[in-house]
């Protein structure tokens, strides 16, 4: 793993280049777009000086709550905390409040920073950074400029219908591709999303193929004397369980009519863990349906995600249509180093539904296909040979190409790219001793390296 608890620097090089970040959720968020960056940042501390300008938490663990106010320093990563306004996610006002003050906010913040980056790193929460960044890189003297696109905008809103297409979609649409044309890099999730952004005017070679990832040191297998299935009276049943956020880009009702479908299967108990704009509405049909064996439990600590994502014998993940080429879902990563089957209901012929068909770590449905559902469900529950094999997939998968040192060296030798500086000899070596031969080819492939030998 390439988490770093230190600011020492590269001895390779005389001067660390500061890379500045800009997302609404980090540490200590449990949302997972903010988890996932913070595992970046604090891993690239050991070879730049990172700082972050960040928000206000929505839910935050608890043992980090004390600190949330107070800290502007994690794992050696500098935190520049903002206010701005924090209403009700039911309020189409409040939500435009929140994200017009934070993008203020981190504007200003930036600016006034003492020492200039010589990167500049937006997401995409809110979806307006990537505007703030592009006048943030005028600011700076023309620095370096890399959108790290964790979902596209505003196709993704037209997609679960929180939008129609219209003049001012397409508005916002050609002002963020404008600033994706010009940016140095644009890093997204799938070959889905690069097809899309291609599409839209933002040339092939500034576009990067960088995926989430798990961290496959944190999150192991527990597939015997596992504390959440003794928690939960879970022990000798088999466990479908949905993990994660319960929002609007996924198909959820089709897990429910396959849950029906199921009612019948006194062996089966369908677990929902997380939140998020439906489970509202699904907790009130599941009560209409009497569907006793479906539960649904809050988010558990990250202290116990190996525990409660290995307790599943099977996960679902779904996607709506249309919204695969805005979206990767970050839950398949913890699914896949968890050791567990996979079934996502999502479109065919996508990044998704080839990756689960071809490494054979689960099954595929489309959306809207309970009946087909339902019958991978059963042929997963009758046939424990089945599921450890497609488990052992999902590992070995897991650990080859989503772990997070990976990951790590993919964005390490991207940025070294947009800086033009060599690829650190530290990094090399680690990724020799860590993640071996093939790891070490993705990170030297495409940029200048100190001579050494990789083996």
């Not at 937006?122 to 964790?150: H, K, M, S, W």
């Not at 479908?240 to 089709?254: I, K, Q």
């Not at 907790?283 to 599943?312: D, K, T």
Request: overall charge neutral.
């Amino acid at each position: 793993m390439l988490e770093s608890d230190t600011t020492a620097p590269d001895q390779s090089s005389a001067k660390r280049s500061h890379v500045l970040f800009l997302n609404r959720s980090y540490w200590p968020d449990t949302e997972a777009t903010g988890q996932l960056l913070t595992e970046l940042t604090t891993d690239l501390t050991k070879w730049f000086d990172v700082t972050v300008i960040a928000g206000h938490p929505n839910h935050i663990d608890e043992a980090a709550k004390s600190n949330e106010a107070i800290a502007d320093e994690y794992r050696g990563v500098t935190i520049r905390r903002v206010w701005h306004s924090r209403f009700s996610k039911h309020s189409k006002l409040g939500r435009l409040a929140n994200l017009i003050t934070f993008t203020f906010a981190a504007w200003r913040a930036a600016s006034r920073l003492r020492r200039r980056p010589d990167v500049i790193v937006v997401e995409t929460d809110p979806f307006f950074l990537p505007l703030v960044g592009r006048r943030l890189q005028r600011q700076f003297g023309n620095c370096p400029l890399v959108c790290y696109l964790q979902d596209l905008y505003p196709d993704i809103a037209i997609a679960v219908g929180k939008v129609r297409e219209g003049r001012l979609t397409r508005i916002v649409r050609n002002a963020l591709f404008k600033v994706y044309q010009n940016a140095q890099k644009v890093i997204v999730l799938s070959r889905d999303m690069q097809q899309r952004c291609e599409e839209y005017g933002v040339p092939a070679n500034a576009l990067e193929v960088i995926p989430n990832w798990a961290d496959t040191n944190e999150v192991q297998p527990i597939k015997t004397n596992n504390a959440f299935r003794r928690q939960h009276a879970l022990e000798n049943r088999f466990v479908v369980m949905y993990s994660g956020n319960m929002g609007l880009a996924h198909d959820l009702n089709t897990l429910l009519d396959a849950a029906t479908l199921l009612r019948d299967r006194s062996d089966m108990e369908w677990i929902f863990v997380g939140d998020g704009a439906q489970r509202q509405a699904l907790v009130r049909r599941v009560e209409q349906s009497s569907l006793s064996q479906v539960r649904f439990l809050p988010y558990q600590p990250r202290s116990f995600l190996s525990q409660s994502l290995s307790a599943a014998d099977v996960h679902l993940i779904s996607v709506l249509p249309g919204a695969t080429a805005c979206v990767m879902p970050s839950k398949l990563y913890g699914i896949l180093a968890s050791g567990t089957p996979t079934i996502a209901v999502v479109e065919p012929e996508t990044e998704l539904s080839d990756l689960i068909n071809e490494h054979q770590i689960g099954f595929t449905c489309i959306p809207g296909d309970a009946e087909s559902l339902a019958e991978r469900l059963r042929e997963l529950a009758d046939n424990p040979e089945l599921r450890r094999q497609l488990s052992q997939n999902a590992r070995q998968l897991a650990e080859a190409e989503f772990s997070r040192d990976r990951q790590t060296a993919r964005f390490v030798r991207l940025l070294c790219r947009v800086l033009g500086n060599e690829v650190p000899e530290s990094l090399v070596e680690e990724l020799q001793h860590t993640s071996g031969s093939t790891a070490v080819a993705d990170v030297v492939a495409g940029s200048v390296v100190r001579t050494i030998s990789i083996g």
